[in-house]
């Protein structure tokens, strides 16, 4: 069974940041049940992670593994974009997920 390493990338308790958590822990819910792992980084207290990972923007998600390591910046509300950058479309090939796929 794949694990998912997520790291989330977010500027301190602003609204944007928190929308970007609850959209992230709602996708993985429903998505990836029990198979991620995610670590929330605050670039104010970190700094040095987020310039290591090379981050210009937050909220910024980054998927670590499975390879290949994957960014997506913004506040994770397109479930499409997420699931397309977290190559998830490839674990689901009927695209039960996807809801806006049309066959």
Do not use: W
């Not at 822990?25 to 429903?30: D, G, L, M, N, T």
């Not at 509300?77 to 796929?101: F, I, M, N, W, Y």
């Amino acid at each position: 069974m794949t694990k998912f390493k997520l790291r989330l990338y977010i500027t301190g308790r602003t609204p944007q940041s928190q929308r970007a958590l609850s959209n992230l822990h709602e996708i993985c819910r429903a998505d990836l049940a029990g198979r991620f792992e995610i670590e929330v980084i605050d670039v104010l207290e970190n700094p040095t992670l987020a310039e290591n990972e090379k981050i210009l923007a937050t909220p910024t998600l980054v998927k670590r593994l499975p390879e290949p390591v994957r960014k997506i910046i913004g506040d994770l509300s397109d479930r499409s974009k997420v699931l397309l950058g977290l190559d998830l479309e490839t674990l689901d090939p009927e695209g039960a997920h996807d809801h806006q796929r049309t066959h």
